[in-house]
């Protein structure tokens, strides 16, 4: 795969992203793939996506975990309703988690993502140990794989997230870093947390936001086209040369009830991403 490959949240029959057929028109050939619905996630249907992919001439470079009953609608809600996190879920999800990362194992992808949810802050507590065990035991079985685990980044503090990846201690558990979450969830600035969190970056979403002007951690800031929030796009991808990552940039835009916006907008991050490349590779 090139350095720094654009690439495209994208679905295939359920979530957030684009459909292939859309990151086709714009020229795309990387995807990190929301996961199928469950009764898609069989051996029939992975080859059936695997020769669609080959057609589109793609590669899939991520699966991103879903769950039924999770939601982004406030920042309490997703505490709530989101991830491994949830206690009453938890067991389920991951069990979920694991025949998900089956499935892309089939799809012959080695990188699993997920938005565990919101960590507990008590390092001590009860539940920070079930959860650093759930994901733990989620590891292990990737490992069995071939597979790592990348967290997608945003409600932690920096040092929350690096004290957990060494609480959950194995070698597979990496950081999808997505810069706007950082913003919308109120933690603040990203690309100091970028540098201090790199060596474990293996995965990025170009998404941006603004910050909420309510208050920070409990309103939720705007997401908005990649390029025209707080991120500094050409800061971001400059940081990510300084922290040596040479991975794929996915294009993440979460406005999935608006096509044909989401469409021209992440033609122009396409763009926007081509030339900060062309300025800094
Ligand atoms: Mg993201």
Redesign the pocket.
């Known amino acids: 795969m090139d350095k720094w490959a654009v690439g495209v949240?994208a679905s295939i029959d359920a979530g957030l992203g684009v459909s292939l057929e859309v990151a086709c028109d714009l020229g795309i050939t990387t995807v990190q793939l929301h996961t199928p619905h469950r009764n898609s996630r069989t051996p029939e249907k992975a080859k059936e996506f695997l020769a669609k992919l080959a057609d589109y001439g793609m590669t899939i470079t991520a699966v991103?975990c879903g769950f039924e009953g999770e939601s982004y609608e406030s920042i309490k809600i997703t505490a709530e309703t989101v991830g491994l996190v949830p206690p009453l879920s938890r067991a389920a999800r991951l069990v979920e988690s694991k025949e998900i990362a089956d499935f892309a194992k089939l799809l012959g992808v080695d990188a699993i993502?997920s938005?565990i949810g919101f960590v507990p802050h008590d390092t001590h507590s009860a539940e920070y140990k079930d959860v650093t065990a759930a994901v733990r035991d989620l590891c292990e079985h990737l490992k069995k794989n071939g597979q790592r685990l990348h967290l997608?980044?945003?409600q932690e503090s920096v040092e929350g997230l690096l004290g957990f990846i060494h609480a959950v201690d194995t070698d597979n558990l990496f950081i999808?870093f997505?810069p706007?979450?950082l913003i919308l969830y109120g933690i603040g600035d990203p690309l100091g947390a970028l540098k201090k969190v790199g060596k474990y970056v293996r995965s990025v979403?170009c998404?941006d936001a603004t910050a909420t002007k309510g208050t920070p951690g409990v309103d939720w800031g705007a997401e908005v086209p990649f390029g025209a929030g707080e991120v500094n796009a050409e800061a971001f991808l400059r940081t990510l040369k300084e922290i040596g990552y040479d991975g794929p940039l996915?294009i993440?835009r979460?406005i999935p009830q608006e096509p044909a916006r989401q469409k021209t907008e992440i033609g122009q991050a396409v763009h926007l991403i081509h030339s900060i490349k062309a300025k800094l590779l």
């Open positions: 949240f991103f993502g938005h997608e980044t945003g999808n997505d706007a979450n979403h998404k996915t993440e979460e």
